[in-house]
Structures are given as C-alpha cells and as structure tokens.
C-alpha cells in the first residue's frame, strides 16, 4: 500500500465508529433453536437459495467478466459491465455467480485485509451522496459525522484502495438515477469515470439494473466508449421452447426434490405466464414452493405448492392462477403484477420511500 494512501486514510479515522465491526454472516444467527429438525430445514433452504442454473446470459457475462479482470494486473484503465433488463431477469443472479470467482475471493496480508470485489445495492431512494456511504459501509468505515458528498467520496476512493478493491458492482444501479436532475446526472456519470480512470487505482466497474441504466450510459460518450452492455431479455415461446425446457429441467434437477414436472405436459407454457418470461421470476417461484416444501416436511414440490407461490406476492383467485386453472391460455395477469411490469419496480422488494434527502439526513 502507498504511503500516500495511508496517510489518506490515518487522516480519516476520526470518522471511524465503533460499531464498524458488526458480522457480515448475522442474519444467519439471529435464532437459536434447540429443534435438531429445524436445523436440517434450515440446511436445506440454504441449498435451495445457493443454487446455479447455468444459462446463455450467464456465460456471456462470465466471459465479459474474464475481459475485465484481464486489465487489473495489466494497469489498463476501468471498463464498465452494464447488465440490464426487467426486474426479475435474473441479473442478481448472475452477478451472485460472478462474485464466486476464486480470484476475487478476501485475503490477509501484512498489510491487513484486501477484498479485490465490492459488491453494493444501491439503496431506495438514492443520491450519489447516499451511494457513497453505502460502499463506505460495505467496506467497514462508518463516519461519524455528516459529510458532505464530496468529503463522502473522498473517502470512497481512499479506502477502496486501501483495500485493494478492484471490482466494485452496483445493484439496482438505476435507483441512483431516479428523480435526478441533468446536472445530477452528469455528476454521476463523472463519477463513476473517475473511478475507471483513477492513475492509482483504476476500478473495473459492473452497474446492474432496469432498461433505464443503458440509457443513461448511452447517453454520456466518455461511459459508452468504455462500457460493455448484455440485455436480459424475457423467454418467449415457443421461439425460445428449448431454452425454455432446458432451463427448467436444471432448475428441478438444482432444487433437489426428484422429478417435480416443471418441463411435462403444458407446465412449461404455466411458467411462462406466471413469469412473464422472465427467468429470475421463474426461479423465484419454484424457490418458495421449495420452501413451503420443506416447511410441511414434504420431499416433492407439486403443482399446489407452485400455486400457493404464485398467490402470495398477487392474490390470485384459482380460476386465475397460472398453476392451476384449468386453461392457461385463457390466463390474464392481476392487477398486482400489471402495476409491477408497468412500474418496473423491484419485485418483490418494494423501492417506495420517501425522499431521498432523508436517508442522506440520516446517514
């Protein structure tokens, strides 16, 4: 590490709280539970939710991937990975299998802890200022007084080189957009190209989200010329049926329940109505009926379970269930997920708030 690095960050450690230090792994250990039973259930919803089905999207990421990692050593300056599509593309996905790359993984040195990849969220609502903060915690260093937004990304800067981070990916990027105005705009396309081109410490730079992110990099020429953009679009059939089946045959092969019939008789076509041809939607789905699974102790997912995954999020009547009338082809989607495509929104997560300048108030 550069001296002037650690002078950068020393000048800084007035900022550090000590509540810096809370485990990453907590939300795995808030219940402690005497049932042995519930253990194993617990081992096996962990298995259900790690699982990777690979697919065309993914090995063209992977190989994108490759391409930026090949510049670090080389000192080649930052590129930029845009991975778009509708909520519910499968774009978390994809990026929870790149972060697995055994190149990036944490490591000691005598220096202390270098983490070549960050991963974020950008929160909702958003500003640039509260996209700073949020890579500062993720990267332990919690300021203890208000900053200003350039203070904020002084100190970003300062400590993703401290820590040797050279991958830094932003989820749900296109919440840093919303609402912004052009000058705003321009501050966070100038800041994202900063981090590429920093002399120090250049940062290869993957930003994942709605349609709405590659506009916004198409629109700035100094982001566009050094970005790479994959679309991930929705199934459709039957033009993508061997997709279609091969997709869900390895999805009921991942979940490890035996033959659950995703690819038989017309259930190909009930997941694509209940998805929308979106495959992250799809795997949704069958991850709950897994679970409602293994909470009722049963070793097969049938087509009861999938219905009762689907009327959870949209209240779905059974006449209107993709998973269990009697016609799919007469279905028609429900109020909830018209307003959700329409809106675009993060499924299931919800990104309504209030304003942003609040939680920049509270930070």
């Keep these: 590490m550069s ?3 650690h002078n950068s960050v020393d000048a800084m450690q007035d900022d550090v709280s000590p509540l ?3 485990e990453p792994e907590r939300k795995y250990h808030r219940l402690k539970s005497v049932n042995p039973k519930r253990a194993q259930k617990v081992a096996k919803l962990r298995a259900i939710r790690s699982i990777n089905v690979a697919t065309g999207k993914l090995a063209v990421a992977k190989q994108c991937f490759e391409c930026l990692l090949d510049r670090i050593n080389a000192g080649v300056e930052g590129s930029c990975l845009v ?6 593309a499968g774009k978390t996905h994809i990026l929870r299998q790149l972060r697995k790359h055994p190149d990036l993984q944490p490591f000691e040195t005598d220096e202390g802890k270098h983490q070549p990849l960050l991963c974020v969220e950008a929160p909702a609502p958003c500003t640039l200022r509260s996209l700073g903060m949020r890579i500062l915690h ?3 260093y919690f300021p203890r007084k208000s900053l200003r937004e350039h203070e904020v990304w002084d100190r970003v800067r300062a400590n993703l080189a401290a820590q040797g981070v050279a991958v830094l990916i932003i989820d749900e990027a296109h919440n840093v957009l919303k609402g912004r105005n052009a000058p705003e705009r321009d501050k966070i396309a100038m800041t994202i190209k900063a981090l590429m081109v920093s002399e120090e410490n250049p940062i290869q730079v993957i930003l994942a989200g709605l349609p709405s992110l590659s506009t916004f990099v198409d629109s700035y020429s100094e982001l566009k010329r050094r970005a790479q953009f994959i679309e991930l679009t929705p199934l459709q059939f039957p033009r993508d049926q061997k997709n279609l089946i091969a997709f869900l045959s390895g999805l009921e092969s991942m979940l490890g329940f035996g033959k659950a019939g995703f690819t038989e008789f017309d259930m190909p ?3 694509m109505a209940a998805s929308r041809g979106l495959i992250g939607r799809m795997a949704y789905f069958a991850q709950e009926a897994a679970t409602i699974a ?3 102790g049963s070793k097969l997912i049938d087509r009861a379970y999938l219905s009762e995954a ?3 999020p949209y209240r779905a009547s059974p006449d209107n269930n993709p998973f269990l009338m009697a016609n799919v082809a007469a279905y028609r989607p429900p ?3 018209v307003a959700e495509d329409a809106d675009d929104l993060t499924f299931l997560k919800g990104t309504k708030q209030d304003d942003a300048d609040d939680v920049d108030a509270a930070a």
């Design 3 to 5: 001296n002037a690095v």
């Design 20 to 22: 810096g230090s809370v």
């Design 83 to 88: 991975l778009y599509g509708r909520s519910g």
């Design 138 to 140: 993720a990267l332990q």
């Design 269 to 271: 076509e009930r997941f």
């Design 294 to 296: 293994v909470s009722l």
């Design 310 to 312: 689907y009327k959870r």
């Design 335 to 337: 109020k909830g997920q």
